[in-house]
Each structure stands twice: as structure tokens, then as C-alpha cells.
């Protein structure tokens, strides 16, 4: 009898000890993770997080895919510091960066908030930029806006619009699965839920993180599997970082507004024009199997395909030396495009 009325107590008590649970794990990734780049505020007053690397060279910019933040990208700035000047960001809704308005999560938005942020934080043109999956949607905008800053652009396997709703609604449940499922992430971040299962998994043993998947079927196992066998192809320093990301109800609203705004995105994308003022290369993955020559001709008149043979979708993760070489091959070319280019000049 006492039991039924202590459980009431008790069941109010856990959410508001998960909630105190949080906020000081949130207040101290704060305090550890925010100091490795900075912030900068742009023109609608959100805040927007960069994290730079080297200091000589072009100025060399990176869009991490739909999911992803700066983190995803640490490896390769680690390898190009003394080569160029590198730049990650988390895009508004996502990592470091503020919740702010929002806007709808499509890559002309997106690009012109990424725009604003190169200008706050007096990082000069012209940039070569990089984008992977969803993000190299976002750089084909940002080149078709901003056409006299950007020397060159690799596509690091991009998102294909006719795969995603509305050009191809069998795509549609899962969008609408996934939507689902982040959805569900907010309240559990805010009573701490997240974060138990976030920092069991990439700070700890992981077993918490198990047995949470085992119950929730085999989709929960699926899932937990795949985001292990991508983590693992990332240095370890970020796992930390990671965690705080996952353990943001902040990071699943995010997640929730980029999903919701993929049929916007597809319609503004699937009759894109090509890049065709600078040189573009595009990596694809061996699964998917090459571009077509009319797929090719509409990224840019310039664009050239290498496949990335032992690489799934995360070609940057699987093969970053095939990315690394790209990213070299650009960097020469747009060098010896302008030796030509003073060449034509100092001759007329």
C-alpha cells in the first residue's frame, strides 16, 4: 500500500532529476567543447559556429552532410593545415550554431546564411568549397549565388533529388519514419535520456546504449549499428562532441526542420543550373555506379566523376586520401587557371 503512494512521488521526481541532469551536462560541454572554434553573429542575430584550421593557402570550405556538423570533418582539416586555410560550420539547428528563426532548412537559405557567416567572420574570397551528400546541394547554390567567389567546388557523393520525395514519393515513408523518430529525441534530451544513451555509447562501455536497442527491436539494433561503423571511421577526440550534439534537444528540432524540408529542397534543386564558371569534381561511391554523361553535364560544363571504389556514402570517412588528392588537384588547377589568367592579361 505505501508503494502506490510513493510511485507517484517517484515518477515525478525522475524527469525533473533527468531535467537537472541535462542542464549542468549541458552547461559543462559548453564550457569544454564551444572554446575550439567560435561564434559569430550574423545580420538575423543567430549565432553560427566555425571551427578553423591552418592559416596560408585558399580558403577552403566544408558542408557537412544532412545529419552532420563541423565534427564531421576534423580528419581532413588535421591533414590540410600547412596546405590551405580550412573551414567546418554548423549550419543554424545544428550543433554549436543557434536555434534561431530557422528558416526552412533549404540550400538557397542555407547558403545565404553561409555567406553571411564567411562575411562576419572576414574569412575573404574566393573559396573552394566542399560538400558532402545534402551539402553539396548546398555549395552547388551557394556557386550559383555567389558565382565570383567561389574558384572551385568538390561534390563529395551529393544527395541525387530524383531519389527523395517528390520526384520519388516510394522514398516518402521512410522520410516520414525518420521525422518521426527525432521527433520523439526532444523530450528525451530534455529529461536527460539523450544523454545517458548518448555518453554510454561514445564515452563508455556502450552496454546502456545496447540494451536500450535490443528493446526497441531490431530497428533500434540497425540503427545503433549504423551510427557505430560511421563513428568508428572518426578520430576519437570528437566522440565527446558527438555525444553533447545527440544530447541537445536542440540537435533533434534541427534534424526534425532539414528532414521536413527535403521535398522543398528537391524542388529547388532538380532543374538546378550546372556550375559551369569553375572546375568541379564530383566523388561518387562504387555502389551507386557512375553518373550518367547528362547527370555530369548538369552539375557543370567542367565537372569530372572519380569513383571512390571501397567507400560507402561517407567517402570522406572511407577513403579520406581520395578526398584529400581532390581536394589537392583542385587546389592546382584553380592555381594554374590564375597564372593563366595573368598571363592572358600582362599579353593583352
Known sequence: MRWLLVLPVVLCLLPAAGSLYQYVGALRDRQRFLGQGRRVKIAAGDWMY?????????????EAGIGA???????????LVGVARTVAYDRIGLGWSSTGRCTERTPSNIAHELHEMLQAARIAPPYLMVGHSFGGLVVRRFAAEYPQEVSGVVLVDPMRPEEWPPLNEAARPMLNRAIRLLSIGVPLAWIGVARWIATSMLCRSGRTARAISRLAGRGGAHLLGRLTSELDKMPRTVWPVVAAHWSNPHFYRGMVAHLRAVPATVREMQNASPIDHVPVTVLTQNSNGPLSAEALRRLGGNAREIIARNSGHWVHLDEPELVLEAIRGMIEEVRAGEVEDVAVMAGG
Open 50 to 62: 566555425l571551427c578553423e584550421r591552418g592559416s596560408d593557402g585558399p580558403a577552403i570550405i566544408f
Open 69 to 79: 556538423t563541423s565534427q564531421n570533418w576534423h580528419g581532413l582539416q588535421q591533414d
